[in-house]
T-cell receptor, first 112, second 113 residues
């Protein structure tokens, strides 16, 4: 089954404790991205990757890092999480930048 | 800067009714427009993708139209069912390399039986 898989689905952590949210897709897609969804603000892009070793900032990249060492994986790294990063996070992939996007199930992160 | 607006924010209808969800965008230089469905705890599901060169797309009871000149897209749901209850999001993508999907804030639909 074609899918985008995120882990963990739920995470509660403390301020400053480094964490990684994993994202993996099995569709051989080149384009992957991360979004966060906040009440009243909707979904906003954090980072994107157009292919292996090619990443760039989206609209709200501050406080986040990403890497793309393999085509299928695109982890989101929070080096020092803060409470304002409490949000619902989505990973997405598409075969190219402007084709149909497929989203993961989401990761609900709470930073206390 | 591209802005996407969805009206209404919430909609309640009885089962069987046909309905239209609206999406407007400010920059007509879009590459495509995509409609998604979001269910609580289940992420986003792609419903329809309309390329800028297309006027509409259909999938089952769903029909999405695109009018770039007026900056509008509509999602038509025929014969609504309680299982259609969800939040519907539209997202526009500009015709530039690396640009994000710009999402509206969604319309939350409730279909009562």
């Amino acid at each position: 089954e074609a899918q985008v898989t995120q882990n963990p689905r739920y995470l509660i952590t403390v301020t400053g404790k480094k964490l990684t949210v994993t994202c993996s897709q099995n569709m051989n897609h080149e384009y992957m991205s991360w979004y966060r969804q906040d009440p009243g603000l909707g979904l906003r892009q954090i980072y994107y990757s157009m292919n292996v070793e090619v990443t760039d900032k989206g609209d709200v990249p501050e406080g986040y890092k990403v890497s793309r060492k393999e085509k299928r994986n695109f982890p989101l790294i929070l080096e020092s999480p803060s409470p304002n990063q409490t949000s619902l996070y989505f990973c997405a992939s598409s075969s190219q930048m402007n084709t149909e996007a497929f989203f993961g199930q989401g990761t609900r992160l709470t930073v206390v | 800067k591209q802005e996407v607006t969805q009206i209404p924010a919430a909609l309640s209808v009885p089962e069987g009714e046909n309905l239209v969800l609206n999406c407007s965008f400010t920059d007509s230089a879009i590459y495509n427009l995509q409609w998604f469905r979001q269910d609580p705890g289940k992420g986003l599901t792609s419903l329809l993708l309309i390329q800028s060169s297309q006027r509409e797309q259909t999938s089952g009871r769903l029909n999405a139209s695109l009018d770039k000149s007026s900056g509008r897209s509509t999602l038509y749901i025929a014969a609504s069912q309680p299982g259609d209850s969800a939040t519907y999001l539209c997202a526009a993508q500009l015709n530039q390399a690396g640009t994000a999907l710009i999402f509206g804030k969604g319309t939350t639909l409730s279909v009562s039986s």
